[in-house]
């Protein structure tokens, strides 16, 4: 059974080895594949008015799926309960995935109230429409002299 555990060299022990390289130790990191749980998969990609978020929740139910806006942060969270099971003759396979996974994205420069999400075929597809771009303020300079309008109101009577 020990041998079904990976073994990170990097983990605990110094090693001069080309792999214990922080780009490496990265490159080879399998912990999204060996626990899965800790996260999903996300890509966001900008159409022009709005971002599409794509994120990956094979297996959940769209009821299951819990998606907020507060505070300038979008929050997309599910509790995943799994289990397939494969029985055969002198073979038996259980595979169990179990927990909360959650991410959550700044939207800054999103019209909040009119985001949408649609869910089809284990995507999770979020439309973030962008805020109209105000126009960006430029210096201008102000000159120095007379208040023009302090001399055309009236002097008060004593």
Partial sequence: MNTLIPYRRYLGRSNNSLFNDSF???FFNLSDVLSPTTGFRVDIKDTGN????????????????NLSVEDGSLTISTDINSEKKDEKEGYYYCERRS??????????GIREEDITASYKNGILTVTLPKK?????????RIEIGVNKEALQQPEETK
Avoid: M, W, Y
């Avoid at 927990?99 to 800054?108: A, C, K, P, Q």
């Avoid at 109209?132 to 201008?140: F, V, Y």
């Fill in 24 to 26: 490496f130790r990265s």
């Fill in 50 to 65: 709005a971002f599409t978020l794509e994120a990956e929740l094979p297996g959940v139910q769209e009821d299951h799926i």
């Fill in 99 to 108: 927990g909360h996974v959650e991410r959550s994205f700044n939207v800054e």
């Fill in 132 to 140: 109209e771009q105000q126009p960006e303020k430029t210096a201008r």
